[in-house]
């Protein structure tokens, strides 16, 4: 198994005529994602790889069982297209845009609480399932292989980087989920290990954090809790950044007495969570906890 | 993107939030000629965006117009914390009874605004926040409902619960200004906005001090904010640039420049960098890198003496390695780069990648912890 999405997960594209989106459809198609629809104002009844495109998501739904779409929509029209997905009842919702307006991003949030869906990102390269061959997203599938090992991500880079590293050493993954770089995103780190720890194929985790941000220290409590039983391993990019600067990702912000890189470090340890300082223990690390 | 002190009160007046009268002054006379007008006590501010100003001795008080004059000489061109002090808020004196402090910002771990205020104001908000929590008062606000009228009522019923013989008319006052203040924070897209100390005077408040950042993603419904702020025009003309790129540059004090894409990976990098005692003279993360993109990024770095090695990083998950070894070609073939180059590239056509640097007398390395070791040893053989 995996988690979140699985192989008859069926996609909608929104923003499928532009070319990202129609690159990262064929992509996705070749890898084994089930795209059902695309959707583009004005241009319903065109086709893009195949795949019919519809003028709104409405229509798009009307037409096909649609679980999840991903939106390859221009920053400032984000929260629209978002909204729209969620009136429309979609239930989980992938946003790889960058710069999402933060109040823009709020509002998205509160409306997926309010429909009880998923959002990841905004600024996420997507996730994939490799046992279930599916991508919602462009992480570029090569670098993955089906396995044991869960991953979350507030880098893409670092997502590729250290998937790469576990797929040749021989560590396939079930789910790797870039979770988003911004400060305001939907799946957090916590969710993420809740439905790792109930996914009966996921036998270890590695989580992949930044300073700035409190993903870390919630994701450490609730390992501390006792909530999760599976070993988890973690890595922060930005020990050695100065505090309070920004760097990159929006995310990368310290404020207050979380968010520091000295606070990650102290709620792993106390959670038991296995810190690699330097990206070359992460293999071994992961490897060990596999056992 | 934090602005000046001036600016926030400006727009807190546009959304009719009391500042006290005042005038912008660009040197002693404007400041004198400012002062007369006001005719009466002022303040005089230096503005600028660090904080501290109070303890750094950039906020001065004066009777006369002649007195305000001759203070305003030792403010102008005062240096704090790498900014220059051009411009001068000169504000009428507003007696005050009690300083409150009121604060609209984001709470990211609940992706919802929260607003705080707080009886005890003109303090560090954040040191009363850590050692008496129960002097501030919190109230999440639900985005799509903004703060509502009941909210702001409970905001002002605490802050009139610390003021001397407040009664209803000062709750009244207060709930309105909660309302507007929130206003401010959705209609400029800020990710904060505080007033502190806001002054309960005469039955009436007052902002004495404002403080706003807007959110830089949002800037595009705010094209009129979009100036330089302490730096030089063409410093402010690189930034604009950079950001229409979707690039964040930010420049340290190292001699290894640091050309790669994605935050995480980046930092990453800086970390293994430091760790080995080389230092970074840059955080770069440029977007979606292209053939043109790493062309002009490796502009960045030609003619910095300083710089003595970049360190080129490539993962070709979507782009290809070849596409953007053909860019550093192009580079090396119309340049003759002023630092040493290194590479690490892995990803779609690296062994087509390769050959394209070798014809340059690059030799590219796959292990990002090697060519971080390279990196170093190329950078201590030229020193």
Redesign the interface.
């Known amino acids: 198994m995996s988690i979140i999405a699985f192989k008859d997960t069926r996609v909608l594209i929104q923003g499928i005529t532009g070319s990202a989106a129609r690159h990262h459809t064929k992509n996705m198609l070749a890898y084994g994602t089930k795209i059902v629809a695309g959707v583009r104002p004005g241009a319903g009844g065109q086709e893009v790889e195949g795949v019919p495109v519809f003028d709104n998501v409405a229509e798009a739904c009307e037409a096909h069982r649609i679980d999840a779409t991903i939106l390859f929509i221009p920053a400032s029209r984000v929260k629209a297209a978002a909204l729209e997905a969620l009136t429309n009842g979609v239930k989980l919702l992938v946003i790889v845009t960058e710069h999402v307006p933060l109040h823009d991003a709020m509002q998205i949030l509160e409306e997926k609480d309010r429909r009880g869906a998923t959002v990841i990102g905004p600024n996420t390269p997507g996730m994939i399932s490799p046992p279930e061959r599916t991508l919602l997203g462009f992480v570029p599938s090569r670098y993955f292989a089906p396995g044991p090992v869960g991953l979350a991500s507030r880098s893409g880079t670092l997502t590729y980087e250290f998937a790469s590293r576990l797929t040749d050493a021989g560590l396939g993954q079930s789910t790797c989920i870039g979770v988003g770089g911004d400060r305001i995103v939907g799946l957090r780190f916590k969710e993420a290990l809740q439905l790792f720890q109930a996914d009966p194929q996921t036998e270890a985790v590695l989580l992949v954090g930044e300073i700035g941000g409190t993903m870390e220290e919630e994701a450490a409590e609730l390992v501390a809790s006792g909530a999760v039983t599976k070993p988890v391993i973690a890595y922060i990019a930005g020990h050695t950044a100065p505090e309070g600067t920004k760097v990159g990702h929006a995310g990368a912000i310290v404020a207050g007495s979380r968010g520091t890189i000295k606070s990650k470090l102290e709620a792993f340890e106390r959670a038991g969570i296995k810190v690699a300082n330097r990206p070359a223990e992460v293999v071994d690390l992961v490897r060990q906890a596999l056992g | 993107m934090k602005i000046y002190e001036s600016e926030a009160k400006e727009l807190l007046r546009k959304s009719g939030i009391r500042t006290p009268l005042g005038e912008l002054a660009f040197n002693p006379q404007e400041v004198r000629e400012a002062a007369a007008r006001l005719g009466q006590a002022v303040v005089i501010k230096a503005q600028t965006l660090a904080k501290s100003r109070g303890k750094a001795g950039l906020i001065t008080f004066a009777e006369t117009p002649e007195e305000a004059a001759e203070v305003s000489a030792g403010l102008f061109g005062r240096q704090h914390d790498g900014e220059r002090v051009e411009a001068l808020l000169v504000e009428q004196k507003v007696p005050c009874n009690q300083e409150l402090y009121l604060g609209v910002t984001?709470d990211?771990?609940e992706?919802?605004?929260i607003f705080l205020a707080s009886g005890k104001g003109g303090v560090d908000i954040?040191q009363i926040a850590d050692e008496q929590p129960e002097m501030i008062f919190r109230v999440s606000v639900?985005?799509?409902r903004g703060l509502t009228g009941d909210q702001a009522r409970d905001l002002a019923r605490f802050l009139t619960s610390s003021m001397k013989g407040a009664g209803p008319e000062q709750e009244k006052i207060l709930t309105e200004l909660a309302l507007r203040l929130y206003e401010a924070f959705?209609g400029y897209?800020c990710?904060m906005v505080e007033v502190n100390p806001l002054a309960a005077t005469n039955g009436s408040f007052v902002a004495l001090d404002a403080a706003m950042v807007i959110?830089?993603?949002?800037l595009?419904?705010h094209p009129e904010l979009i100036r330089p702020r302490g730096q030089s025009e063409e410093e402010f003309a690189r930034e604009s640039e950079y950001r229409k790129r979707?690039w964040?540059y930010?420049r340290m004090d190292g001699d290894i420049g640091i050309l790669s894409?994605?935050?995480?990976?980046?930092?990453?990098i800086?970390?293994?960098l430091?760790?080995s005692g080389g230092r970074p003279a840059n955080?770069l993360?440029t977007?979606q890198m292209d053939r043109q993109g790493i062309y002009d990024a490796l502009h960045i770095f030609q003619g910095d003496l300083t710089i003595k090695t970049v360190l080129i990083h490539i993962?070709a998950?979507?782009n290809r390695c070849d596409d953007l070894a053909e860019g550093i070609k192009d580079f090396f073939t119309e340049q003759r780069p002023t630092f040493n180059v290194v590479v690490r590239m892995?990803?779609?056509r690296e062994d087509e990648g390769k050959e394209i640097l070798k014809s340059i007398g690059l030799e590219a390395i796959r292990g990002?912890?090697e060519a971080v070791q390279k990196t170093i040893q190329v950078t201590r053989e030229q020193t």
């Open positions: 984001i990211y771990t992706g919802r605004p954040e639900e985005p799509s959705t897209d990710e959110d830089d993603d949002a595009f419904r979707g964040t930010i894409s994605g935050a995480g990976i980046t930092m990453a800086l970390d293994l430091r760790a955080f993360d977007a993962f998950g979507l892995v990803g779609n990002l912890e």
